[in-house]
């Protein structure tokens, strides 16, 4: 059942300003394992692929994230909130189940509940919220009473759009402006490079795999002088790195029934691997993680048309997400978008923070990094298990 028009009436009309204080205790459920957001998110109206993903929230807060449910026309929907991957203290919260900006208004009179658990936190941001529901809240004449506050998204893979690829256009590639990628794609077909599907793999050999392409790419960046190490150790810097390549393990053993994606290996070299989530209800395969181990020419469109190839009997598109950076997002935009989404982030200002200066936060700039990388930051102070890899 879609949730109400814009328009509609709403019984929910506290603000986060004026909630009496005993309406802040609620607490939300702690999500103990993420493959139980797989039946909460198969109601969800959200065009966004991302946002549908329980992958996509497994791996944006390293295994740690909250639900806050809520009923619609005797329907249960929810919110998801998720640790932010690059900064201490702070939170992200995610409207899965909102297609509209008066939906979003009300979600958030909604979180005044939860004001004191929000209160936590330094920094609360309502995450990958449509560009024209995010501009209509920020118009809203009770934008200011509710806390919220445009703000300028420079850390999360949505400072640039999001792009579904059409996977037809990946494999018949017509037109003047697909003649690169169409030699590139050929050369790479006369190497005799072996497509290894991951589901066929020991899981001992697809840990191997990850790491050692991850770790070449690594190797590749810092070489490079490309990564930025201020304020920061070269060991701290390959952590960093390293860290969503281990939660990307541990997601394929919580999720694995919903995983996969393929590995390309040269002679006996793994040079670059493609993960995806496969719903059941969509024609979008949410592509979250995708990597090479160099800058050889043609790998990467090469690593795309191995992932049509495989999603093609069950998928229109491939969800590639959008980029930290103007030069992966020019790299993306090369394959001609079929569907383009533009997505922004709200700050929310929780009543009991808002007179409490900020604590200081360790916020690490790592510039032209693939999404995933930029996802993950360990918060200081957490103790996670390490994967034997």
């Known amino acids: 059942m879609r949730l109400a028009k814009d328009g509609g009436a709403s019984s929910e009309r506290t603000t986060l300003d004026d909630a009496p204080d005993d309406s802040g205790d609620d607490v939300p459920d702690e999500i103990s394992d993420f493959s139980n957001l ?27 994230g909250w639900t806050v449910k809520y009923t619609v026309e005797g329907e249960d929907r929810y919110l998801i909130l998720v640790p932010h991957p690059n900064l201490r203290s702070a939170l ?63 850390l999360l893979d949505w400072i640039y759009p999001s792009y579904d690829l059409c996977v037809e256009s990946l494999l018949s590639p017509r037109g003047a402006q697909f003649s690169k990628y169409r030699n590139k794609i050929n050369k790479f077909r006369e190497q005799g490079i072996n497509v290894v599907l991951a589901r ?33 150790t070269e060991s701290e810097l390959t952590a960093v790195l390293k860290a969503p390549y281990r939660a990307l393990v541990r997601a394929s053993k919580t999720l694995e029934s919903d995983i996969d994606g ?22 979008t395969a949410p592509s979250f993680a995708s990597m090479t181990s ?31 950076t103007a030069s992966l997002d020019r790299f993306k935009r090369k394959f001609a978008p079929a569907r383009v989404r533009t997505l922004r982030t709200i700050e929310l ?32 102070g957490s103790r996670r298990s390490q994967l034997s890899t």
């Open 38 to 64: 797989r039946s909460i998110l198969s109601a969800s109206d959200t065009q966004d692929a991302y946002c549908r993903s329980p992958t996509y929230y497994d791996f944006t807060g390293r295994g740690k």
């Open 92 to 154: 992200l919260v995610f409207f899965p189940f909102v297609t509209t900006y008066s939906q979003l208004i009300d979600r958030v009179r909604h979180l005044s509940r939860f004001r004191k658990f929000l209160a936590r936190y330094d920094k609360v941001s309502l995450a990958r919220i449509e560009e024209e529901i995010a501009n209509q809240v920020l118009k809203h004449e009770d934008c200011a009473s509710l806390g919220l506050k445009r703000f300028e998204e420079k």
């Open 200 to 232: 066929d793999m020991r899981p001992r050999e697809f840990c191997r795999a990850i790491a050692k392409v991850n770790a070449n790419w690594i190797r590749t960046k810092v070489k490079g002088g490309i990564l930025s190490r201020e304020n920061i």
């Open 262 to 283: 393929i590995f390309l290996k040269r002679e006996n070299d793994y040079i670059a691997f493609s993960l995806w989530e496969t719903p059941s209800k969509w024609d």
């Open 294 to 324: 160099s800058y050889e020419p043609g790998l990467s469109e090469y690593l795309y048309r191995c992932t049509a190839e495989h999603v093609k009997d069950q998928y229109r598109y491939i969800c590639v997400g959008g980029s930290e």
């Open 349 to 380: 200002l929780v009543q009991a923070d808002r007179a409490k200066p900020p604590r200081q936060r360790r916020e690490i700039k790592l510039w032209l990094l693939p999404k995933t990388v930029l996802w993950i930051w360990r918060r200081s």
